[in-house]
């Protein structure tokens, strides 16, 4: 039997493959969005950056934000996103580095690099390559990136200190990580994280505040900074609790209760020293 982060990388990359089909077959009956509503996807994008971009790189935006607007992206850096999706983020990176500089989308979902791709030849971008890998063995050498960016996607990860880990060693030396990711402002009932639907919504899996930072520190990176941009309030939960099961043994009022104001959106920043 596979163990428990088997378990939640296939939920995962079952789920977001079939957000990519969706995608890519605009008639199939699934919605491609597996977030939890508001706050999520390519409206936290300005108009003016996803204008001329492939609309099915926008539609495949599942993100909790837009670390390209946050990350400090000059001419000429290699930029790492780990979860690349249909390629928002790494085109909109590929117009800011130009075309001296290289921008990798590391994704695990065969579906969405697919997809990714097909958008690369319609954007007509020649600055970027799209990785099949996962972000816990990222296939990129040590030191080798400027920047890492990434939008909801380390929250997924079953284990994020080998994660943090893999980014601190790709990075060069001064490097950064600037990411969007879903974090919790206090601990959720236990019973969530046992949720397998919960976690590829982006939720269970995502950690408290303080715990995330000491992940950073841990990994080695300095000055870590964690910033809320949006707190998901009850309205926000219930539309999640909507759409899964409950066990029995948990009562939806009290999760209701529990989770209102505990799950926020945030921007997360931290280098590696130099």
């Known amino acids: 039997m596979p163990n428990k982060a088997e378990q939640i990388r ?4 079952d789920r977001y493959a079939s957000a990519a089909l969706a995608v890519a077959q605009p008639s199939s009956c ?3 969005d597996p977030g939890v509503g508001e706050g999520f996807g390519a409206s936290l994008y300005a108009v003016d950056q996803t204008g001329e971009l492939p609309p099915a790189a926008v539609l495949a935006s599942l993100g909790c934000g837009n670390p390209t ?3 400090t992206l000059l001419p000429g850096q290699t930029v790492l996103d780990l979860g690349s999706g249909g390629g928002i983020d790494v085109f909109l990176t590929a117009r800011r580095v130009g075309p001296t500089g290289k921008v990798y989308g590391l994704d695990m979902t065969p579906e969405m690099i697919d997809l990714a791709r097909r958008n690369q030849v319609e954007a007509g971008i020649t600055n970027a390559e799209f ?3 996962t972000i816990e063995e990222i296939p990129l050498a040590d030191e080798s990136v400027d920047v890492i960016i990434s939008n909801c996607v380390i929250n997924l990860a079953a284990d994020k200190d080998v994660v943090l880990r893999e980014a601190f060693r790709v990075l060069k030396p001064g490097g950064h ?7 919790l402002l206090r601990p959720l009932p236990a019973q969530l994280g046992e949720l397998m639907a919960v976690w590829t919504g982006c939720v269970a899996g995502a950690l408290v ?3 995330y930072l000491d992940k950073l520190a841990s990994a080695g990176f300095e000055d ?3 910033t809320p941009t949006l707190v998901h309030d009850r309205d926000a939960v219930e539309r999640l609790a909507a759409s899964i099961d409950l066990p ?3 009562d939806r009022e009290d999760v209701l209760k529990e989770s209102a104001g505990a799950v926020a959106n945030a921007f997360i920043r931290a280098r590696r020293p130099e």
């Open 10 to 13: 296939a939920a995962v990359k």
């Open 30 to 32: 699934c919605s491609p």
């Open 69 to 71: 607007a946050l990350a």
């Open 131 to 133: 990785l099949l890998g």
């Open 177 to 183: 990580l600037a990411i969007s990711d879903v974090v």
């Open 209 to 211: 505040v303080d715990d």
């Open 224 to 226: 870590p900074e964690i």
């Open 248 to 250: 029995s043994d948990l």
